[in-house]
């Protein structure tokens, strides 16, 4: 199946209300391209130079999504940019990212990454520190970012319960998130393994990359 052929079937599956994030980590520009010409506008990437590099020769009305770990001092090679930050998962990061924003004169928008994995490895805030940073004064006086919602990963796993049960559980952060800050609409959970149980569990934005562009050779 071509990369327009997988996009298609993908497609068919996805509610109108749930936006796929094509993931081209690791891809060329050819590949980007055919998915482009196939109409995909919104791409996801997960180190800051590769999304600039491919940001610079690709056209310029595609979405950039980040949606791997941010280091701080990088936040400025795409804050010209980069049109939603899924991974932010600390206060001190949402501050720089104000910060490049303002320089930019941009507001950008970003998710709040949960941890909701059992595995320890997997980023993300818990339950208390997301509170601490939504409660806080500072959180309140940054004006150059924009919180649009949670994202989340589950663990790598077949057992279909277990992830599930994860989903769920970031569904009810997101739910009980939107009580304080209601504008919030984004629930960006799902990959290529497991984005049905997510859109079932109320996802809103898949993040969906082998399915689409096949496996990734990381040589
Ligand atoms: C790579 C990646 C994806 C896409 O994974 P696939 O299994 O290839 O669909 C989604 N989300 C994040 C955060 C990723 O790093």
């Known amino acids: 199946m071509s990369i327009k052929d997988n996009l298609t079937a993908i497609k068919q599956k996805l509610p109108r209300e749930v936006t796929l994030v094509a993931v081209s980590k690791t891809k060329p520009n050819e590949a980007i391209l055919e998915a482009y010409e196939a109409g995909q506008r919104v791409f996801g990437e997960n180190k800051i130079q590769e999304m600039l590099q491919k940001w610079e020769t690709l ?74 940073i939504i409660d806080s004064e500072e959180f309140a006086a940054l004006e150059n970012i924009k919180i649009e919602g949670l994202m989340g990963m589950a663990t790598f796993t077949k057992d279909e319960r277990q992830i599930r049960k994860e989903f769920a559980y970031l569904k009810s952060i997101f739910d009980s998130l939107k009580q304080e800050l209601p504008h919030i609409s984004v629930l960006s959970m799902g990959m290529s393994g497991d984005y049905t149980i997510a859109m079932e569990e109320g996802s809103t934005m898949v993040r969906i990359g082998s399915s689409i562009f096949g496996a990734r050779n990381y040589s």
């Open 59 to 132: 056209p310029k009305d595609i979405e950039w999504h980040m949606i791997g770990h941010v280091q701080r001092n990088k936040v400025k090679y795409m804050g010209e940019y980069v049109s939603l930050i899924h991974g932010v998962d600390s206060f001190r990061l949402l501050a720089e990212i104000n910060k490049q924003a303002k320089k930019h004169d941009r507001v950008i928008s970003c998710l709040l990454q949960m941890h909701i994995a059992e595995e320890e490895t997997k980023f993300g805030l818990d339950n208390t520190e997301l509170k601490t």
